[in-house]
């Protein structure tokens, strides 16, 4: 089992729409847990992270961390075309940083 | 603006070369890393540096070397390029290791 799976998508959604990125994780070491968005041919380009379980959110963005169920999601209201662009997870112990492959996302005009 | 400048944006090199990949921050950050990223495996560590003068091995390191001569500088080395090291090379910083990093805008490096 991977220590994080992402579903690399590709995401479809109209611009308005919620959008719903997810991540699960297999290690409960992981301290704490990272949103990046990357566009193509650009770098990773750090949204949020946060420490706990529960809820933080930033703008239309809103991270959510479940340890229980070991599972993050990134929430993004009032999606726009400029959204689109790929959203890795990554999440630390003491010795790493984990990310995911990332989720490839189409904001439709 | 403060952030991480990686040089060159672009290069192609003859296999059998060698080629060092420059990064810069002006974060005053204490990590630094280098990442390769490649189509269907994602991000990898190639090698990281907790400190100026100390440096360690990340999941990919062979044909590849590093120094942390200050704080600001990082430089990737490969010794003798080979047309498997043909990937997007991304460095980063953050402030204690293992922390959120910022990246930069990386490097396309095409070996021949």
């Known amino acids: 089992q991977k220590e994080v799976e992402q579903d690399p998508g590709p995401l479809s959604v109209p611009e308005g729409a919620i959008v719903s990125l997810n991540c699960t994780y297999s290690?409960?070491?992981?301290?704490?847990f990272m949103w990046y968005r990357q566009y193509s041919r650009k770098g990773p380009e750090l949204l949020m992270y946060?420490?706990?379980?529960g809820n933080k959110e930033d703008g239309r963005f809103t991270a959510q961390v479940d340890k229980s169920s070991k599972y993050i999601s990134l929430f993004i209201r009032d999606s726009q075309p400029s959204d689109s662009a790929t959203y890795l997870c990554?999440?630390?112990?003491?010795?790493?940083?984990?990310f995911g492959k990332g989720t490839r996302l189409h904001i439709l005009p | 603006i403060a952030g991480i400048t990686q040089a060159p944006t672009s290069q192609i090199l003859a296999a059998g070369r060698r080629m060092t990949l420059r990064c810069t921050q002006d974060?005053?950050?204490?990590?630094m890393y280098w990442y390769r990223q490649d189509l269907g495996l994602g991000l990898r560590l190639i090698h990281y540096?907790?400190?100026?003068?100390?440096?360690g091995k990340g999941e990919v390191p062979d044909g590849y070397s590093v120094s942390r001569a200050n704080t600001d500088d990082f430089p990737l080395t490969l010794a003798s390029a080979v047309p498997s090291q043909t990937s997007v090379y991304f460095c980063?910083?953050?402030?204690?290791?293992?922390?959120?990093?910022?990246f930069g805008q990386g490097t396309r490096l095409t070996v021949v």
């Open positions: 980063a910083s953050s402030d204690r290791l293992n922390t959120e990093a910022f």
């Open positions: 290690n409960s070491a992981f301290q704490y």
């Open positions: 946060t420490y706990s379980s």
């Open positions: 990554a999440m630390n112990r003491d010795d790493k940083i984990i």
């Open positions: 974060m005053r950050h204490n990590a």
């Open positions: 540096s907790n400190t100026a003068g100390t440096t």
